[in-house]
């Protein structure tokens, strides 16, 4: 910059002194120079140079930063043409103007030449003319009279102007005659008086016969040559004739026709001695050259010619035109080369800027298909306008809400406004837009078929490149389905999927409000705890579908039973809990009960068929005193269990004895784990003897669990809560293993082929893989499978009888045996009982126990010996303690006998013991018998010999 500005600097001073040392130059031909066009045109040139120099200097000193900017702008060739045109534009002004002046100096040294020739040949011819004339008054009659000399004189001055005058001298040097020039001649024929030089001449006169010329003289104030020629005359006499040339009327007379704008001038010794033209105006004239002629006997004198001006200034008009012609031309070349390389330039950045608006119109087309491809509505507000009119929607926004962008470009987004849209939120968006800030809010939005929308809205200001805010941009986001989820789940999280009905969480909720209502106004509240009997089998075996209609059927018929205000609330599975929180009497509860039990108890009519369940309630009644009402839940489940446990379909109160049975169970549990953990437990095994002979055909395995503290507790106690908690899965299988190993190893006594039969849980025989589980504790311990009886009491095969049926089946076809245990209690249809395919009957010892004493017991023993015959089953009757029982049940056709009268339950060594025992009495009673056949045989062949 600083260099630029220096450059500035050097070109202006430079330039500048340039300019203002021609132009004081010029100064005295300043009328010609300014006329523009002169003999100067060169210097000019450099002038105008100079000028060049001096704007350019200027650019840069003005500003360097611009200026080469500017240069930078024009380009190098432009610069280049530039340069070169100013300096050719200069060059040919100066050449030519150089060649004009050569030209003219040509021209008027020509003309001065050809002048100078001219007269030199008029002078010789006047010299000539003379000469013959003086030639002619040589010879006789000599010397001309007056006549002739008058004649002859007046041809000569009137043929030849220059001669001013003739004279005619005796030797003596008097004038004999003379002429003159009329102009010039006061008297023709009157002797003239001599002048000065005339006298002059005659005093000087030298005898001579050569022709003298004189140098110019001035006569009468005219510049004159005289010519003087001896004559000799008769007698060898001397005269002369002279003659006077007036030397302006000799030049005038040689002079030439030149053209107007020429002029020639003539001095001797500063006297004009001739001029073409009158130069009155000097300034009118350029001289164009001065020199010196020589002419003979005459001498020299100076020869000027001179230019016409205006011929110089339209001579000086080719170089100027041409320098203009240049400098346009270049100055042409230069902007068409400007505008081509602007065009170039322009045609570049264009290129650059279309690439880029290419690359932006992509960039731009990605983002309005990002923007159209958005699943949330975007739309654009002008925020220069007032009420900020909508410019811009997606197809999310024509998709939510139903508007198409025709409809709603250059309103207000105002019309998604309804009658339920918050204010708070729509003040806040208002605040935002008002102050330009971002904003995100949810309210609630309508679609043009008048539906509302949950839509949360995110408003962000678009500031251009000043940081103005231009435009609002709000994205659009329907949350009506999150929004609908999340209440979904709201209601999930306190409300049962399958039935909709309130879940424990809420049922809690609304459990300790009512409490504490009940506490504040002293009246009372119950809860009642259902669970359905018997509905396990329906849902494992008809299929969860199937459950699921049953479960919504309960639980309208549960919502029926209800008044408003009372709750009911599914625990999971088919555990019903209901809330009665304000009780006018404590009998109500009863009666809601009983209504419940006997609406539960009405069949199911699904898929066309009958279904039956019943329910087990617990009630548990509170005054809204209990420090925890949740406890009351808790009650009415204890109390549950054990309407559960007296026989199902029926209610029981809560009672503190039951809290205390429960507390129990729960050591109980516990303790049982540990047992199942570290395998406290044992298997008694209790024979079953053949009702005729005595011989022990089986055993029944009965599990003791042989308690660290408690010694052996027996399995009344623990099986129910193992079947409870599950972990009767656990020591099931353990039974099944182990009575199977011991069976093998009593079988391998060799006295005996003995059935091993073992009890079989409900929930170890609901279980899918149960059979697998038989048929493997088989193989694993190589017992054959008629030598396994399995035990199921009614109620197993009663829950869900077409399973029971099919599994049964199976395992027959294994060829295990089967037995139904407790016989009798359970209410067994007949028709059922036919369809079974079982093995035996134990008949149980409830009716075994009185059947002497109680006719009753021993009809019912003898109806189902009876049945068992004709069904072809075998019966085994258990709990036979007595020898009449052993008796009645013998005579009355019971095969099989269990009880304390033949053996108790007893561990496996002693069993071992006992066998050998039973075997060696058999065989010694046997042999006894042997014996006495023996003996009664020979008694009787001694009586009939004798
Ligand atoms: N008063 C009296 N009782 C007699 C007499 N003869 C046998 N008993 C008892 O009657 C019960 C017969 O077994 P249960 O009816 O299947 O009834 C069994 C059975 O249902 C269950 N149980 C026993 N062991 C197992 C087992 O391993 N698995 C399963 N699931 N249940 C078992 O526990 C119940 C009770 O078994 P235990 O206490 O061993 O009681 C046994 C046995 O000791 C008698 O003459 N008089």
Request: net charge negative.
């Amino acid at each position: 910059m600083r260099l630029a500005k220096g450059i500035g600097y050097v070109l202006m001073i430079a330039g500048g002194l340039h300019v203002l040392y021609h132009v004081l130059d010029a100064w005295r031909w300043m009328p010609v120079s300014l006329s523009g066009l002169s003999i100067y045109s060169y210097q000019q040139a450099t002038v105008m140079a100079g000028v060049f120099a001096v704007l350019a200097g200027m650019v840069l000193w003005v500003n360097p930063q611009g200026g080469h900017a500017m240069f930078k702008r024009m380009g190098r060739f432009t610069l280049s043409v530039g340069v070169m045109g100013v300096v050719l534009a200069c060059s040919g002004w100066f050449l030519l103007a150089q060649q004009n002046l050569t030209t003219l100096d040509q021209h008027g040294k020509t003309l001065l030449h050809q002048f100078e020739s001219n007269i030199a040949q008029t002078l010789q011819e006047r010299l000539a003319l003379l000469q013959r004339q003086a030639e002619r008054w040589q010879v006789p009659p000599y010397l001309p009279n007056d006549r002739l000399w008058q004649r002859e004189t007046e041809s000569y001055l009137r043929d030849y102007p220059e001669l001013a005058s003739l004279w005619l001298f005796d030797e003596n040097r008097r004038l004999l005659r003379h002429a003159m020039q009329s102009a010039q001649t006061s008297t023709q024929g009157a002797m003239p008086v001599l002048n000065r030089a005339m006298l002059d001449w005659q005093h000087q006169l030298m005898p001579s016969s050569t022709i003298q010329v004189s140098s110019i003289t001035q006569a009468e104030g005219r510049p004159v040559v005289w010519l003087t020629f001896p004559l000799v005359v008769e007698d060898n006499h001397t005269a002369w004739l002279r003659a006077e040339l007036d030397v302006s009327a000799l030049l005038n007379r040689s002079a030439f026709q030149v053209t107007d704008d020429t002029s020639m001038q003539v001095h001797a010794e500063d006297q004009l001695l001739f001029s073409s033209r009158p130069l009155a105006d000097p300034q009118q004239w350029y001289p164009l050259v001065a020199q010196k002629a020589v002419l003979p006997h005459v001498g020299s004198w100076q020869m000027s010619s001179y230019l016409d001006t205006r011929e110089l200034k339209r001579l000086g008009m080719l170089p100027t035109l041409l320098w203009l012609t240049v400098l346009v031309f270049t100055f042409l070349l230069m902007g068409s080369q400007q505008l081509h390389h602007l065009s170039v330039r322009s045609g570049q950045r264009l290129s650059v800027k279309h690439d880029d608006l290419q690359e932006t119109l992509k960039v731009l087309r990605i983002l309005e298909r990002g923007v159209n491809a958005s699943i949330n509505g975007v739309m654009v507000a002008d925020a220069k306008q007032t009420d900020y009119p909508v410019i811009y929607v997606n197809k999310a926004f024509e998709r939510i809400t139903g508007y198409p962008s025709e409809e709603v470009l250059g309103r207000n987004c105002r019309f998604l406004q309804g009658p339920d849209t918050e204010a708070s939120a729509v003040h806040a968006v208002r605040e935002a837009l008002h102050d330009q800030y971002e904003v995100q809010v949810v309210l609630l939005n309508y679609r043009k078929d008048g539906t509302s929308f949950w839509n949360e809205l995110f408003i962000s200001p678009v500031l251009n490149e000043e940081g103005a805010v231009t435009h609002f941009v709000s994205i659009q986001h329907d949350i009506s389905a999150q929004r609908e989820y999340e209440a979904q789940l709201a209601f999930n999280a306190s409300h049962d999927a399958l039935t909709g009905l309130p879940n424990r969480s809420l049922f809690e909720d609304r459990l300790k409000q009512a409490s504490r209502i009940a506490g504040r106004y002293e009246h009372k509240l119950a809860v009642l705890f259902l669970d359905l009997d018997g509905f396990k089998p329906i849902n494992d075996n008809l299929g969860h579908q199937l459950g699921d209609q049953v479960l919504n059927e309960v639980t309208q018929r549960i919502t029926d039973a209800l008044r408003p205000g009372e709750t009911v609330a599914r625990f999971g599975g088919d555990e019903f809990v209901i809330l009665l929180p304000e009780l006018a009497y404590e009998e109500d509860v009863i009666s809601v009960v009983e209504q419940l039990l006997v609406s539960i108890a009405l069949p199911y009519r699904i898929d066309e068929s009958d279904i039956r369940l019943t329910a087990s309630i617990g009630l548990t009644i509170a005054d809204g005193l209990l420090e925890n009402p949740l406890e009351m839940i808790q009650q009415a489940d204890l109390a549950m269990c054990q309407a559960k446990r007296q026989g199902r379909n029926t209610y029981q109160w809560f009672t503190c004895d039951l809290n205390t049975q429960e507390s129990q169970r729960v050591v109980l549990r516990n303790e049982l784990q540990t047992a199942i953990e570290k395998q406290q437990f044992e298997l008694f095994y209790q024979p079953q003897v053949h009702a005729f002979s005595g011989q022990v055909i089986g055993f029944e395995a009965l599990i003791r669990w042989k308690h660290p503290q408690r010694g052996y507790i027996s399995p009344v106690e623990f099986i129910g809560l193992a079947e409870d908690t599950g972990q009767i899965i656990a020591i099931s299988d353990w039974v099944l293993a182990t009575a199977c190993r011991d069976n093998v190893r009593l079988n391998s006594m060799q006295i005996g082929a003995f059935t091993m039969a073992v009890n079989i849980s409900p929930m170890q025989f609901q279980r899918g893989n149960f059979i697998r589980s038989v048929r493997e504790s088989l193989e694993r311990t190589g017992l054959p499978a008629n030598l396994l009886e399995l035990e199921l009491t009614e109620g197993i095969l009663m829950e869900n009888a077409e399973h029971a049926i099919d599994a049964l089946h199976k395992l027959r076809r294994e060829g295990i045996r089967i037995a139904i245990d407790d016989f009798g209690t359970g209410f067994s249809s007949l028709s059922y009982l036919k369809r079974l395919p079982i093995d035996k009957i134990k008949i149980d010892r409830s009716f075994v126990n009185d059947v002497i004493s109680d006719q009753r017991d021993a009809a019912i023993i003898q109806g189902i010996l009876s049945m068992a015959y004709h069904l072809q089953l075998g019966v085994v009757a258990e709990g036979i303690e007595t020898q009449g029982q052993y008796a009645y049940l013998r005579k009355h056709g019971c095969n099989w006998l269990q009880g304390y009268y033949f053996a108790r339950p007893m561990p496996l060594a002693t069993l071992e013991i006992y066998l050998e025992e039973q075997h060696q009495a058999y065989q010694l009673n046997l042999a006894r018998q042997r014996s006495d056949e023996t003996e009664q045989t020979l008694m009787r062949g001694h009586e009939a010999d004798t």
